[in-house]
């Protein structure tokens, strides 16, 4: 179904792909988080990162497992990405690091560690200003 919507969305049929996106995000039509973050994945895609948020608070609202847990919080990440909200990002991360979750704490120092890289790597590039 993904695959559909995302040919839709390449086809230039945006209200078509966002009146699927909002079927998978419909509460009760299907089970589990999975499609819901799916959903919101694709509002994402589809520039309509408001509809990506109010599905992710959605599913974070009826969370239960700890895997239904660690879904929403890397669908967070993912939209703030693609918005490229940093200090959103990096409050996020910080979260994380006090998440009872052992792989939310290992996933945010792992991203920590590639921000810092990335950030010594444009440092070090030519053409830029580092003092």
């Known amino acids: 179904m993904a695959e559909a919507i995302r040919i839709r969305m390449n086809a230039g049929q945006a209200q078509a792909a966002l009146g ?10 299907r089970e589990g988080a999975a499609a819901n973050l799916l959903a919101a994945q694709l509002y994402l895609e589809q520039g309509k990162a408001d509809l990506a948020d109010q599905v992710i608070e959605q599913v974070a609202k009826r969370a239960r497992s700890r895997e ?3 879904q929403v919080a890397l669908a967070r990440e993912q939209g703030l990405l693609r918005s490229g ?16 979750d052992p792989c939310l704490r290992m996933a945010a120092a792992q991203r920590e560690q590639q921000q810092k890289m990335t950030a010594g790597l444009m440092e070090s590039a030519p053409g830029s200003s580092s003092p």
Do not use: V
Request: proline share 3%; glycine share 4%; net charge positive.
């Open 20 to 29: 699927e996106a909002a079927k998978l995000a419909a509460p009760g039509a």
């Open 85 to 100: 909200q940093a200090a959103k990002l990096s409050a996020l991360y910080t979260e994380w690091k006090k998440s009872d």
């Open 68 to 70: 239904e847990r660690r």
